[in-house]
């Protein structure tokens, strides 16, 4: 079965820089992107970028343009979320999530299979 | 970007009743409006997409209607399992964007 399976909770300085991965297992990964959403405390859910493992397309929020960076390994079907210059207000968990249909990126889908979230905290 | 804002914010409602859930986007998003359901503590679930397809595994009590920039998801009969936090998703348009939730709780 399709699973997208994060790393571990997160503890960073304000300024610092996370990344978080997330690996992919049950289906041919470089024909679906992978995208990344966060969701802060107690709030809704807020869509960030993606990446097409395929061809390394990726787009993003113009919200983290210049913040944040998606890379993908194929031979190890993981997806990575850079993010820099952290402040408060990123404190969040951040889901991977996979499109429900097999297109690249740039196309008109529904997220049908979600990693299990990432907890960033940023405090000093 | 495209504004999404859903209504109640919470809805009280008692076991095998119904539940009406209302989606509104801010510019047409076509039928590319997708419904998720999340409970506490997991990542959100696909429920409908499409604005009235159910994704696999979802039953037949959950329904999502409309198109353009007025939605709803009804729970006909609402059971124990069913108390949550539903989000609504637009995907016609970059950003992608969600609407803040409405939370579904025991009357």
Redo the contacts between chains.
């Keep these: 079965q399709v699973q997208l399976v994060q790393s571990g909770a997160e503890v960073k300085k304000p300024g610092a820089s996370v990344t978080i991965s997330c690996k992919a297992s049950g289906y041919t990964f470089n024909i679906y992107a992978v995208?990344w959403v966060r969701q802060a405390p107690g709030?809704?859910?807020?869509?960030m970028g993606w990446i097409n493992p395929g061809n390394g397309n990726r787009?993003y929020?113009?919200?983290f343009q210049g913040r944040v960076t998606i890379t993908s390994d194929t031979s190890a079907m993981t997806v990575y979320m850079d993010l820099s210059n952290l402040g408060s207000e990123d404190t969040a968990v951040y889901?991977c999530a996979r499109p429900?249909r097999p297109c690249g990126g740039d196309c008109?889908?529904?997220?049908?299979n979600?990693?299990?979230?990432t907890l960033v905290t940023v405090s000093s | 970007e495209i504004v999404m804002t859903q209504s109640p914010a919470t809805l009280s409602v008692s076991p095998g009743e119904r539940a009406t859930l209302s989606c509104r986007a801010s510019q047409s998003v076509g039928s590319y409006l997708a419904w998720y359901q999340q409970k506490p503590g997991q990542a959100p679930s696909l429920l409908i997409y499409g604005a009235s397809t159910r994704a696999t595994g979802i039953p037949a009590r959950f329904s999502g209607s409309g198109s353009g920039t007025e939605f709803t998801l009804t729970i006909s009969s609402l059971q124990s399992e069913d108390f949550a936090v539903y989000y609504c998703q637009q995907y016609n348009n970059w950003p992608r964007t969600f609407g803040q939730g409405t939370k579904v709780e025991i009357k």
């Design positions: 995208h709030q809704g859910l807020e869509w787009k929020s113009q919200k889901y429900r008109y889908s529904s997220f049908d979600w990693g299990q979230g």
